[in-house]
T-cell receptor, first 114, second 110 residues
Framework: EAGVVQSPRYKIIEKKQPVAFWCNPI?????LYWYLQNLGQGPELLIRYENEEAVDDSQLPKDRFSAERLKGVDSTLKIQPAELGDSAVYLC????????????FGEGSRLTVL | QKEVEQNSGPLSVPEGAIASLNCTYS??????FFWYRQYSGKSPELIMS????GDKEDGRFTAQLNKASQYVSLLIRDSQPSDSATYLC??????????FGTGTRLQVFP
């Protein structure tokens, strides 16, 4: 069974540039999460989807971050414009049962903003 | 006060010893508790879940939960160098939001 697939694995951009991350969850997993992880910190939830509906986006900085999950399968997280403080690893995760706590994470997308 | 607190470590133990990792949480309404392991440069993976007071064993891993003290721990018996990683404690109040701690870095030396 394929795991959660994310791309790109690494991205280096200059500040004020846009960037997008893509995630394909495990087949059959209706719940999809985007987390942000800074160095030495635990993952912090940005947004959670149940199918195509964003059910928790309270921690998503909506002035510059946006996300979509069209058709309830893969998802895209966008930052526009990027700031220096956005440098982090963006983790996508999926779960079979909503909120069950058993999350399967992708390898992450490491963003460096110069 | 952080919602989920862990000592960042590193916790250094010799091979074959018991590693004890601790976590406290602030929300008394928390119902579900998890331990994730994260190797350097990799993503977190679930290793243990516990929902009721007491101990839960799975191979060399034992999770312990004390809701009255708002404390959850992970014991790793017969520690191996391959156990060297960061261990993340995660807590959920109900079934919709998982809060992670900052993680404890474990080093097992031969």
């Amino acid at each position: 069974e394929a795991g959660v697939v994310q791309s790109p694995r690494y991205k280096i951009i200059e500040k004020k540039q846009p960037v997008a991350f893509w995630c394909n969850p495990i087949s059959g997993h209706n719940t999809l999460y985007w987390y942000l992880q800074n160095l030495g910190q635990g993952p912090e939830l940005l947004i959670r989807y149940e199918n195509e509906e964003a059910v928790d986006d309270s921690q998503l900085p909506k002035d510059r971050f946006s996300a979509e999950r069209l058709k309830g399968v893969d998802s895209t997280l966008k930052i526009q414009p990027a700031e220096l403080g956005d440098s982090a690893v963006y983790l996508c995760a999926s779960s079979l049962v909503s909120g069950a706590g058993e999350l399967f994470f992708g390898e992450g997308s490491r963003l460096t903003v110069l | 006060q952080k919602e989920v607190e862990q000592n960042s470590g590193p916790l250094s133990v010799p091979e074959g010893a018991i590693a004890s990792l601790n976590c406290t949480y602030s929300d008394r309404g928390s119902q579900s508790f998890f331990w994730y392991r994260q190797y350097s440069g990799k993503s977190p993976e679930l290793i243990m879940s516990i929902y009721s007071n007491g101990d839960k064993e799975d191979g060399r891993f034992t999770a312990q939960l004390n809701k009255a003290s708002q404390y959850v721990s992970l014991l790793i018996r017969d520690s191996q160098p391959s156990d060297s990683a960061t261990y993340l404690c995660a807590v959920s109040r109900n079934t919709d939001k998982l809060i992670f701690g900052t993680g404890t870095r474990l080093q097992v030396f031969p």
